[in-house]
């Protein structure tokens, strides 16, 4: 059982950058495939991108160049830095940990999930 927390959402300028953190729990988060998702206003939780237990990333297009995905093992934790923020990135984000030995875009295929935290780009 894996658990997950979120931190580090808020509210920044258009332009501005944050930094998510996903702190985890109950087994060794290294292990695992590991993925950001946001969930915007009427919106679907959409996949945002992704870190594989290698160490490889993998990006949306909307966020390639933007966001990076990043993983610190002594703490247990994954990283998103989000910079260049504009008013569509804003969303509920979530961190999600499955354990097929993919990295999938589904929701569905996740196993845990985070409580969530706000981010919100005003412009």
């Known amino acids: 059982q894996v658990q997950l927390a979120e931190s580090g959402g808020g509210l920044v300028q258009t332009g501005g950058s944050l930094r998510l953190a996903c702190a985890a729990s109950?087994?060794?988060?290294?292990?695992?495939?590991m993925a950001w998702f946001r969930q915007g206003p009427g919106k679907e939780r959409a996949f945002v991108c992704g870190?594989?237990?290698?160490?490889?990333?993998y990006y949306r297009d909307f966020v390639q160049g933007r966001f990076t995905v990043s993983r610190d093992s002594a703490k247990n934790t994954v990283y998103l830095q989000m910079n260049s923020l504009k008013p569509e990135d804003t969303a509920v984000y979530y961190c999600?940990?499955?354990?097929?030995?993919?990295?999938?875009?589904?929701?569905?295929?996740?196993?845990?999930w985070g409580q969530g935290t706000q981010v919100t780009a005003s412009s």
């Open positions: 999600a940990v499955t354990n097929l030995r993919v990295l999938p875009s589904a929701p569905s295929d996740y196993d845990y």
């Open positions: 109950g087994d060794t988060i290294s292990s695992y495939n």
């Open positions: 870190i594989r237990s290698t160490g490889s990333t």
